[in-house]
């Protein structure tokens, strides 16, 4: 089974939890890293996830894995906060984030470099528009390596 098939698979299986709990999916991955398999499920809830959280969502999704048993290889699931640094990769995520502050990495440095912060204005499939303190820089999305919020500590 191919890693996408895997991570929609126990996204359906983990929603109904999350839903029945009152907490956000962020994102599901299943990687490889090293000899071990590994399956990711960040969730979030307004005013952040909680360690007795994540259990919860943990023991409810072992058991629907277990269940299920659709992934072949031997994984680790791992369910976890998104964290301070998270990554914007759905709508929703983009939806929320306007008006904050965000952190881009470009694949490949432009006329101005690889890495800006800046305030998120707008966006769309194509492309994503950051008020800079000089004005709006428009990048390009296939361009961008990585686009998260920035934190300060």
């Known amino acids: 089974m191919k890693r996408a098939e895997v991570e929609q698979r126990c ?10 709990e009152g907490f956000e999916l962020w994102d599901v991955e299943y ?4 000899a071990n398999y590994y399956l ?3 969730v979030d809830k307004e ?8 259990v919860t969502v943990s ?3 072992e058991e ?15 369910v976890s ?3 301070l640094g998270r990554p914007l990769r759905r709508e929703r995520d983009f939806e929320r984030s306007i008006g904050k502050e965000v952190e881009v990495k470009l694949y490949k440095a432009g006329e101005y470099g690889k890495e800006f912060t800046g305030i ?9 528009v950051l008020e800079m303190e000089t004005g709006e820089m428009e990048l390009i999305r296939t361009e961008i390596a990585l686009i998260r919020l920035a934190f300060d500590f």
């Open 11 to 20: 996204e359906a299986l983990v929603q109904p939890i999350l839903d029945i």
């Open 31 to 34: 990687v490889k890293e090293g």
């Open 40 to 42: 990711r499920v960040y």
């Open 47 to 54: 005013g952040g996830i909680t360690i007795d959280d994540c």
């Open 59 to 61: 023991r409810a999704l």
């Open 64 to 78: 629907k894995l277990d269940q299920e048993d659709f992934i072949r290889e031997a994984y680790i699931l791992e």
């Open 81 to 83: 906060s998104p964290g």
């Open 120 to 128: 998120l204005k707008t966006y769309d499939d194509k492309r994503v």
